[in-house]
């Protein structure tokens, strides 16, 4: 096994070795298991849905993989971005390292591949566009994925997640068992990896080479082999390059860019994500009907399947609470679920023709599996907050204060509360988001409400330069409903880019759409568009409800 660790279904009942419970979390079955530890299905305070990963005891008892993971993982969940789905929770100081994350309904590409066959050209494209964009997100966070594979990359309707980023590097200087194996998966590493060379963010870009090409056709673009005659030849790339001839002609150019063997004459992410996005000819936010009907039944099959019940007694306030576990909103009623843990590939099955079922030679799940988390925004930015405080423009910090609103104080919470955790301040307040006249720029700020050209707090940019142009300053989603568990999921799982584009903000968000986030003062904020016009910029006019909710 490598680093990571599968994560499925949901899960079988706990062994009478398995543990209870783990720094408050109750652990309700085990869904998971590989080179680094245990995964278990637990729940948060919020009756949120979280995977729990348990570190195996011989890596807790090397005092350095500890201080490594502690880097590491601190790391992992100051990651904000673009479809990538990073670390909760975590502890180092107990007998067993931890770290938690969140469910997302999907299911790996790894066993997609598997089951239902090689991804139309299309799907291909915008499964490595997106992913380009979750790199970008991780490598500007100063992370390295170093274990980007097929079971790292997580299937949804609402498109691909990168998952289990940012502990591959700890584990690399740990002696592990002879049960452990070897760290990362040798068939998806890079040259410089495989060779034990210094390995950077472009050694993330060739393994997403590799993965598009067996996305593409369901064969490892040197060939068949086990994993280690595979990392043998990539270590050799240099002296005999892969065969990519046999590739569609949009396809193949993106591959060759990306396997170079020299890291410094790879393409970026960003430019891979752009060229990605103009083939496939679709907007990066766009991904209604991306993949192929089976595996779009399958993805609905696994939102309807139920996740255990929590034991009784729940956790308490006078019992032990996990240390950093936020009071998440309840679960949605199509529960979440994850991948499960392939069997080994036989590597010599030829390839099959596209969507039909085949043996995939690569071997995603023959040294490393995985667990599917999903972005907490709160609580990845409460550990940011406390590694320093993050600061855009001249804005107002995590944590400042609130500020009072030049029409009137802020109302006070109503009594409306749910089982959701949150009760509300306000409800379907009466918002407008007008374009600026001029080359300006104005500031929404959703906790007061109010918009204004200068403003310590905020959480939306509204710009008439170069060509006008929406900016989150809070990660932003978009909702399938209006109750505060369907907010905060949106605003976790389906997560806009950080700007939008003047001409792209209709589509984007038309009329009807429900954009969630938490705001600068840990408030959870929908915004429902109820009209958009001509305004007097590039920009148009949005007429918007808000509703705020706040902890209870």
Known sequence: MGAGMAAHGTGERLRDEDPREIAGYRLLARIGEGGMGTVYLSRTRGEQPVALKVIRREYGSDPGFRSRFEQEVRAARRVQGYHVVPVVDHDTTGEQPWLASMFVPGLSLHEALVAHGPLPLPAVLRLVGCT?????????????????????????????????????????????????????????????????????????????????????????????????????????????????????????????????????????????????????????????????????????????????????????????????????????????????????????????????????????????????????????????????????????????????????????PGSTSDDSGYTVVFRDRPLTLRSPSGANIVRVDLDVPQVVQDSPGREIMLSEISGGRWEFYTPMGKSVGKTPQECLQGARADVLPKEIKANDLPATLPVGALMCTVTTEDRLAMLEVTGITTGHGNLPDYTTRLTLWQKR
């Open 132 to 412: 380009a964009r979750a790199l970008t997100a991780i490598h500007t966070a100063g992370v390295v994925h170093r274990d980007l594979k097929p079971g790292n990359i997580l299937l949804s309707d609402q498109g691909p997640y990168v998952i289990d980023f940012g502990i591959a590097r700890a584990a690399d200087a740990t002696q592990l068992t002879a049960s452990a194996g070897l760290v990362g998966t040798p068939q998806f590493m890079s040259p410089e990896h495989a060779l034990g060379d210094p390995v950077g963010p472009a050694a993330d870009v060739f393994s997403l080479g590799l993965i598009a090409a067996v996305a593409a056709t369901g064969r490892h673009p040197y060939g068949d082999g086990g994993a280690l005659t595979l990392a043998a030849q990539i270590a050799n790339t240099a002296v005999r390059p892969p065969r990519l001839d046999v590739y569609d002609d949009t396809l193949r150019p993106l591959l060759e860019r990306c396997l170079s063997p020299d890291p410094a004459g790879r393409i970026g992410t960003e430019e891979l994500a752009t060229l990605c996005e103009r083939s496939a000819g679709h907007s990066p936010n766009d991904f209604t009907g991306w993949l192929p009907r089976p595996l779009t039944q399958e993805l609905a099959a696994r939102r309807r399947a139920p996740l255990p019940p929590s034991p009784e007694p729940t956790v308490t306030g006078s019992g032990p609470q996990p240390p950093h576990g936020p009071t998440f909103a309840a679960a949605p009623t199509a529960a979440p679920t994850v991948a499960p843990s392939p069997p080994p590939y036989a590597p010599t099955v030829p390839a099959a023709p596209p969507r039909t079922r085949t043996g995939l030679v690569v071997g995603g799940a023959v040294l490393a599996v995985v667990l599917a988390v999903v972005l907490t925004w709160t609580v990845a930015r409460s550990d940011s907050a406390s590694d320093g405080a993050r600061e855009q423009g001249d804005g107002k910090q995590s944590g400042q204060p609130a500020h009072p609103t030049a029409s009137g104080p802020k109302a006070s």
